[in-house]
């Protein structure tokens, strides 16, 4: 089958693709715009928090893992293809449905600081990004007022930001007993920016903080491309197609001239496009390009993560413990810049979270079942502060996604990670741990424990088409465009050149919106 | 399998203490563990040297047996364990005596207390503090 030429297709609904459409169908409302996604919307009412079931759902058909969701017990909505992560200790976590990652996300939404534009200028390593956050600011302001921002301007860590849309989700009890600790210490910290409601905004409740954000948001309070960017973005008249899964992207005589897709009753579909846009995170836009035969040899290379670990501290006094939204309660930039006397160069991102449901606390301790297993659970269950660690990963050619010999049921070749941490992401894990042991002290902990390096926490599918100017060492121009097929694009975190020590989708909405107002300049 | 030996193991597992219940305690589904997890089941009564014995035996015994079971099925046992661990935390025996609610986080949701004087007065110091980004 055969459909008619459109003008764009985006391949991929999740933060990048979406804010790319509603973007450029605004600038260039002739267009025709066509996004092909992989799953479907997902519908608030089937969500595992109305159920008494809901925290087995975290570890079967609602898990965060792609990987776990295949082989649950209950069939997920998240249109999942297996992904061999045993070359990797950190494991991809996503959703592949209409909103991307952004529909079992936490919601959390740093910016990137000036600096992580110019590691090689300022620090002497990794790379430059071809443009600077100056450059990216206005396409920032843009994405936080359409995904909706709860937090509190005046932040020391960061250039002044326009005032947030609304007032920051509240600490609670766990979070203002970690801020007593950062206090004590004289180190900063502030309320993180979620895009989640803390007030009713924009038509969408404000936060009951129930706690399960990571297996959808039943109210809604919390931002997702799907109730965010899409209604804008088919408002203006692009035509979102669940359930349609791109196989290639036809390539000839060095142009892109559309996409062949499976559609949702399995029928190969030849979809023509003066311009195709891949926004399918970095494993599966990676996948993709790769099997589409794109020419580049950086293509897949470079995956960054950000690699986490956690210091637990337990308190005498009672807390919260999983009240609220799971990612975003504090956070501190205190050793987020450069300081050689570490020993190593960038920095770490300390985030307070809020914590475990009991079954999750249950499956994480050590001995995990018998007398001493219930003891530990009843002194730590709401007794205790967690304080994630995040690194930042620097630019390394063999960490890479690489297609297999299997032919998956999706109809694409099987993808494989190899990722090795870096000494230098050890080096920065392990100070950062060092320091949020010193905050749960100085916060009243009387015991820590330490998770040197999280598995579950691969969210950040960063840099397998990065930016740059040289085609060895870079897949796309600053335009997103491919140096070997102009006409192709990319538009997410597979961009990145460097990662930051933050969680990227902030970045990555900015990004698709300076993109899609390049694209509709060039167009035009 | 008897549901004697069947309890048996799900409080060797779960064997509770002042605050919080056993796993019979907690009304967990024994007869559903003897139906999906037979093998790893058999293999604990098979290292007591039969069912029987391991009824007998006593806390110490018994866990001993279940730790030779971990380590030479972990992936079953692992299975076995989830499915305990799952069904105890979603007990109402169990989240109540945790002080958790035992209906699901929505429609109710919780209510966070709101930020106190000392931590208002802790932000507005780090608000006045010099800027910690480079240009």
Redo the contacts between chains.
């Keep these: 089958m055969k459909n008619d030429p459109v003008d764009v297709v985006v391949v991929g609904a999740g933060m990048g693709g979406a804010a790319f459409c509603a973007r450029l169908a605004e600038r260039a409302p002739r267009l025709r715009i066509v996004c092909l996604e992989r799953g479907g919307w997902v519908d608030p009412r089937t969500m595992p928090a109305w159920r008494r079931d809901w925290q087995r759902a975290t570890i079967d058909a609602w898990a965060t893992s792609p990987n776990l969701r295949l082989k649950a017990a209950a069939p997920s909505q998240s249109a999942d293809y297996p992904i061999d992560d045993r070359g990797s200790p950190i494991k991809p976590l996503m959703w592949n449905g209409v909103g991307g990652s952004t529909v079992n996300w936490a919601a959390h939404f740093p910016r990137l600081h000036p600096s992580d534009f110019r590691t090689k200028t300022l620090d002497g390593v990794g790379d430059d990004w071809p443009f600077g956050y100056a450059d990216l600011e206005p396409y920032y302001d843009q994405n936080d007022a359409a995904m909706g921002v709860s937090g509190l301007a005046g932040d020391p860590a960061y250039p002044r930001k326009p005032p947030r849309a609304m007032p920051p989700l509240a600490l609670g009890r766990l979070g203002m007993t970690a801020a007593r600790g950062f206090d004590a210490l004289g180190w900063h910290w502030w309320p993180v920016d979620a895009a989640i409601n803390s007030v009713p905004h924009q038509g969408r409740p404000g936060c009951n903080y129930c706690g399960p954000c990571q297996q959808g948001c039943v109210t809604r309070a919390k931002a997702s491309t799907d109730v965010t960017w899409w209604p804008k973005a088919i408002t203006n008249g692009v035509e979102l197609r669940p359930h349609c899964i791109v196989q290639q992207v036809t390539i000839e005589a060095g142009r892109a001239t559309g996409v062949v897709y499976r559609d949702a009753g399995g029928r190969a579909v030849v979809q023509p496009a003066s311009c195709v846009v891949v926004a399918g995170n970095g494993i599966g836009t990676a996948r993709l390009l790769l099997a589409s035969g794109l020419d580049s040899p950086a293509l897949g290379r470079y995956l960054m993560f950000h690699p986490a670990a956690y210091a637990r501290g337990m308190l005498k006094e009672e807390l919260d413990g999983p009240v609220g939204p799971i990612g975003c309660a504090l956070y501190s930039h205190e050793f987020y810049e450069t300081d050689a006397s570490r020993g190593f160069k960038r920095g770490v991102h300390l985030q307070v979270t809020r914590e475990n449901i009991p079954l999750m606390q249950a499956l994480r301790l050590e001995p995990a079942w018998g007398r001493d297993a219930q003891r530990l659970l009843r002194e730590e269950f709401r007794h205790s502060i967690a304080i994630l660690v995040l690194a930042e990963d620097l630019p390394e050619a063999h960490n890479r996604v690489t297609l297999t010999d299997r032919t998956e049921v999706d109809g694409l070749p099987g993808v494989k990670l190899d990722y090795t941490l870096s000494e230098h992401s050890r080096r920065s894990l392990d100070f950062g741990l060092d320091r949020a042991e010193e905050v749960l002290r100085a916060a009243g902990a009387h015991r820590v424990v330490r998770l040197p390096l999280a598995p579950l926490t691969g969210w950040h599918l960063l840099s397998t088409a990065r930016m740059g100017t040289d085609p060895t060492t870079s897949v796309t121009d600053a335009r997103g465009r491919c140096h070997a097929v102009p006409n192709l694009l990319v538009a997410d975190g597979s961009l990145f050149p460097t990662v930051g020590a933050v969680n990227p989708a902030s970045t990555i909405g900015a990004l698709a919106l300076k993109l899609a107002d390049d694209l509709a300049k060039d167009i035009a | 399998m008897t549901p004697e030996f069947l309890a048996a193991v799900i409080d ?6 002042d ?2 219940p056993s796993g019979t305690a907690a009304g967990l589904p024994l007869p559903a563990y003897a139906e999906s997890h037979r093998s790893v089941l058999d293999a604990i009564a098979a290292e007591a040297g039969g069912v029987e014995s391991f009824i007998r035996a006593d ?1 110490a015994a018994r ?1 001993t047996a ?1 730790r030779a079971v971990e380590r030479t099925m972990p992936e079953c046992f692992r299975a076995l ?2 499915a305990v ?2 069904d ?3 007990s109402e025996p ?2 109540a005596a ?3 609610p035992t ?14 004087d ?2 208002a007065a ?2 507005d ?3 006045r ?7």
């Design positions: 060797t597992l779960l064997p509770g203490d605050a919080l806390e866990s279940v364990l989830m661990l799952s105890y935390y979603e169990a989240l945790l002080g958790w209906h699901p986080p929505q429609p109710t949701g919780h209510a966070p207390v709101a930020m106190d000392a931590t802790r932000l110091r780090i608000a503090r010099g800027l910690l980004w480079r240009p």
